[in-house]
């Protein structure tokens, strides 16, 4: 494609008019010389792509030319121009005569040109451009591309008119709370606990009210406090009174829980008493 500012098509038809009589080729021959010659884009190697997410910043492909000149001039500039439909976008401007375009480029181009997924079908060409305006166009060629298109996840959201559902109690240590040298001396342990007999929960120490406590989710079965993850020093009995290797204590019924254990270790054995508060 070839545009003339309104000078040169004066220029012409003066040309015109002074060389009616002579042949047909020498008339043709003039008018060629005083056109601006149009830049030869090469053929894309990349004709039939789906772009993938993840790899933007490769090169999708890299576009050549040839010069484009004016009588002594050389183009100014070159735009790589990306067609679709009756829109167009300037993928790269440059006074080179190659232009890299990345897949990250390619993808923004074709979506500022059209918003739905899906193959594109596009055609490319490169337009040079002179001083005083006079543009070239080169062939353009037909490539068909398919943009990248990442399906976003539904997002649930609670109905407007609904109260947010009760949290559960989270076994966590208090955001607030500085750790204590004590924490985790004394662990829960038992059927009812998260870790059965295995292993066991560790108590966290309330320096202020010298006692440990524990909050957590307990089933149907049995409980028991011991010292240092070991069975040497243990306690079970009652909430009133417990004493070293007593009773398994029953937990009746499942749910969240907040545990406190007091311990006395002045005498001969441990002994202590509890509190176990359903929430």
């Known amino acids: 494609m070839k545009k003339l500012n309104f000078f040169s098509a004066v220029l012409l038809c003066s040309i015109l008019s002074i060389f009616s009589s002579c042949s047909e080729d020498k008339v043709e021959d003039v008018l060629e010389s ?16 789906e772009l993938v997410a993840g790899e933007e910043d490769n090169v999708f492909e890299t576009y050549t030319w040839t010069a484009a000149k ?7 500039s070159y735009k790589l121009t990306l067609y679709y439909n009756d829109d ?32 594109t079908a596009l055609q490319i060409s490169v337009i040079s451009t002179f001083e005083g305006g006079i543009e070239t166009e080169s062939d353009k060629y037909d490539i068909m591309v398919t943009p990248i298109y990442v399906e976003e996840e539904p997002v649930d959201e609670e109905p407007a008119n609904e109260e947010p559902a009760d949290e559960e109690p989270v076994d966590e240590e208090p955001a607030d709370r500085t750790p204590h040298e004590n924490d985790g001396i004394w662990g829960l342990i038992g059927s009812a606990t998260p ?8 108590l966290l120490y309330d320096a202020e009210g010298e006692n ?32 070293h290797n007593g009773d398994n204590i029953a937990v009746a019924e499942a749910g969240n829980y907040t545990i406190t254990l007091t ?10 008493t509890f509190t176990i508060v359903k929430n």
């Open 70 to 76: 004016y009588g002594d001039l050389d183009a100014s």
């Open 263 to 272: 311990v006395d270790e002045s005498g001969d054995s441990a002994v202590g």
């Open 88 to 119: 167009y976008t300037v993928l790269k401007e440059t006074s080179e005569l190659s232009a890299a375009v990345t897949v990250g480029e390619m993808d923004a181009a074709i979506k500022e040109m059209r918003s739905e997924p899906g193959a």
């Open 34 to 49: 005083l056109l601006p010659e149009t830049p030869e884009l090469n053929a894309p190697s990349t004709t039939l792509a």
């Open 212 to 243: 440990y406590f524990i909050t957590l989710d307990l089933v149907v079965g049995d409980i028991k406090f011991r010292k240092d993850d070991a069975w040497d020093v243990n306690l079970g009995g009652t909430e009133e009174s417990l004493v």
């Open 195 to 202: 870790d059965g007999w295995d292993a066991d929960q560790d």
